[in-house]
């Protein structure tokens, strides 16, 4: 399991939201192309982008930057938030982004989403859909930036993708998003056992190591953190097991190859 370090960002700045709710935010000092170098030194080969201003109106407001953060090329990219037209997507794959997160759209536009799926490539798009669970435990989907939805299930969501190739799905709950209580690992056992050919990519909740050991024994190709890692809350030795570019001291080398 990789992890993937997320930037999300509103007006042009690093934020987090608390559980999804944009009047709970909190601002960061670090600029978007510092973070980017912080978690690229740390040994990240992905970056989670998220335009929060795009998810909730539809239209990418901070591409300027992520553009910037392409253009460096340091790490490769996936990138959502307001990606509701073939035209947005295709923008952002020639400039550089490696794959585009489709979170609103997937659910709104069904058959153009498909037709992205199959023109694209299953490798540079992902469909993102975030949840809430009912009083029956069973995950909803809301969209626009979390404020809409809630009638369709997450299950019935992915079903007509499985005939179109898709591979990567980007699953978050949206109650344990920058709450730091611990992720929904009975949400992305429950995920593997109905679709275990997608690679699950599981968001909300990470607030230390152990909660990213916990979700690779899900079988989740990768978790999505953002509050932890800007917070510094894990440690690099904790996050070297996770991140495919670390270094590792000479002396685990070395011990390795004996």
């Not at 040994?43 to 998810?55: P, Q, R």
């Not at 959502?80 to 923008?91: N, Q, V």
């Not at 299953?122 to 809430?132: K, Q």
């Not at 005939?163 to 690992?185: F, M, Q, S, Y």
Request: proline share 5%; net charge neutral.
């Amino acid at each position: 399991m990789q992890l993937f370090p997320a930037i999300d960002l509103r007006g042009g700045r690093c934020v987090r939201l608390y559980r999804g709710d944009f009047g709970a935010e909190t601002r960061y000092e670090l600029q978007p192309h510092e973070l980017l170098q912080r978690y690229r030194a740390l040994g990240a080969a992905w970056l989670h982008v998220v335009d929060l201003d795009g998810a909730k109106d539809g239209v990418l407001a901070n591409r300027a930057i992520v553009v910037a953060l392409a253009s460096q090329q340091a790490v490769s990219l996936q990138v959502g938030g307001g990606m509701r037209s073939a035209e947005a997507l295709s923008d952002l794959l020639r400039n550089g982004v490696d794959r585009v997160v489709v979170g609103s759209a997937a659910v709104e536009q069904p058959r153009e989403v498909a037709q992205w799926l199959t023109h694209f490539g299953p490798e540079r798009v992902c469909l993102a859909f975030d949840v809430r669970l009912d009083e029956r435990g069973e995950p909803r989907v809301r969209t626009r930036g979390w404020t809409q939805g809630g009638s369709v299930s997450l299950w019935s969501a992915i079903e007509p993708y499985c005939i179109c190739g898709l591979r990567h799905v980007l699953c978050t709950d949206i109650d344990r998003d920058g709450a730091l209580t611990g992720p929904n690992l009975d949400l992305y056992r429950e995920a593997l056992r109905r679709f275990p050919g997608l690679a699950w990519q599981a968001s909300g909740g990470v607030r230390h190591a152990a909660d990213l050991t916990a979700l690779a024994g899900t079988g989740v190709h990768a978790a999505v953190s953002g509050k932890a890692l800007l917070e510094e809350l894990m440690t690099p030795e904790e996050l070297r097991p996770f991140l495919p570019n670390a270094s590792f001291p000479a002396s685990t080398s070395a011990t390795a190859k004996s």
